[in-house]
């Protein structure tokens, strides 16, 4: 089984900074894209931050020059470090992970329970 547990959402003053964590861990053969999402109060969810193994990265327009995506592929694990905090922030972020397991013969996404994140203004 795979699992994908993220820690570091909480309550911010708008202007603040938080940083948040993804591990995972299981029958991991390979990860592609890890990435964050986020789901703000009464919207859809929407990609916030994403990474390739290979390094690239990929931002909402939203949070372009606020927000920072970095990996660890030795660790598995995928950070976002959130600069700038706005009220139209706050959101459930949930930590999002393609890859493929020795459970499966392809890769699919995998996706945490999500951690609150609450920017006060």
């Known amino acids: 089984q795979v699992q994908l547990v993220e820690s570091g959402g909480g309550l911010v003053q708008a202007g603040g900074s938080l940083r948040l964590s993804c591990a995972a861990s299981g029958s991991i053969l390979r990860i592609n894209t890890m990435g964050w999402y986020r789901q703000r109060p009464g919207k859809q969810r929407e990609l916030v931050a994403a990474t390739t193994s290979g390094g690239a990265t990929n931002y909402a327009d939203s949070v372009k020059g606020r927000f920072t995506i970095s990996r660890d592929n030795a660790k598995n694990t995928v950070c976002l470090q959130m600069n700038i905090l706005k009220p139209e922030d706050t959101a459930v972020y949930y930590c999002?992970?393609?890859?493929?397991?020795?459970?499966?013969?392809?890769?699919?996404?995998?996706w945490g329970k999500g951690t609150l994140v609450t920017v006060s203004s």
């Open positions: 999002n992970a393609d890859l493929l397991s020795s459970t499966t013969l392809y890769s699919m996404a995998y």
